[in-house]
């Protein structure tokens, strides 16, 4: 807690601080300066509390000094009171439109002099009451969206863990999904916030699955037409099964569910969407999802080695992917690498 004063005579110093000192809490510090460019730099490195300041001044008089630090600091956030000369009232009225709270007139008179400063004092009070207040607000409100994300991602995580148990051979299967679908989300430019909800939501791409018969989601052999029409069917029951939440982060995996199967050509699952009309989650779960599908050992079929799958994604580029998610999960591929080894099935 502190106030500047910024007077180039000595002895006005001496008056305004004595003056000061009847009014202000006993543990408020007074700074004076003789030297405006030094009460100017420590005002804007110290955010006073009040800031009294002469108009006439070498180097820097009262008006550019209150126009500098009113480029710093708002109206109510510093208080500024000018002194003037009684009979200079156009300066009052320049030093009020450059940024000053109110104004003194020399001589300085007590009686004026004392309801001025506890007016600046109250004012100044009540705006840091209030920021405190807001800040109090805002950390409340930050507390209780993160409550809100953790208790969705709960939900998402048991959800998607259903539909895991469902196919238990699947293993770890949906987390490097998600970290694969993150990395392509980062490498393609996507904010942190689109990255992280997407991390959170891709786990859901085959929760509807739960609508799969076993008979067919477990059947070790090559599936007939008929089967595969109804495992099928499993992108719009996962849709079906979250659509409607006013969750963003739901939302998402109600679109990933629906679109993880479309292909870039058209030639995709449920609706045959083409190119850049497949929502962008989709395009890049499709990726994350045929390459963990291919290095992964299922009922039906052996894993796929590195060289094998990645050659097959190179030839579905422009096709059944999209080129731009593609190039992006290859450029990390290293990460890719890290996260198919900490995440292996068990």
Known sequence: MAIAIVDDTPINLTLIQALLR???????????????????????????DLVIVDYMMPE????????????RYPLEQVPILMVTAAHEKEVRYQSLEAGANDFLTKPLDRHEFDPRVRTMWSLHTSYTRLSRWNEDLQAEVARQTADLINRERETI????RAAEFRDPETGAHI?????????????????????????????????GKVGTPDHILLKPGRLTPEEMDIVRRHA?????????????MIQMAAEIALNHHEKFDGSGYPKGTRGQEIPLVGRIVA???????LTSARPYKEAWDLDRAVALL?????THFDPDCLDAFFSRWEDVLL????????
């Open 314 to 318: 190179h030839e579905g580029r422009g």
């Open 60 to 71: 820097l008089n009262g008006i550019e000094f209150i126009r500098t630090l009113r480029q």
């Open 236 to 248: 719009q029951i996962g849709h079906d099964i979250l659509a409607g939440s006013s969750s963003p």
């Open 22 to 48: 009847k009014i202000i809490p006993a543990q408020m510090e007074i700074r004076c300066f003789t030297a405006p460019r030094e009460g100017l730099a420590w005002s804007l490195s110290q955010e006073p």
């Open 339 to 346: 996260i198919r080894e900490r995440y292996r099935d068990e």
């Open 287 to 293: 990726v994350a999802d045929v390459f963990d599908a």
């Open 157 to 160: 995580t048991r959800l998607a």
């Open 175 to 207: 987390l490097r999904v998600s970290h694969y679908s993150r990395l392509i989300a980062e490498a393609l430019g996507m904010d942190q916030a689109f990255c992280d909800r997407l991390l959170t939501a891709a786990p859901m791409h085959d929760v």
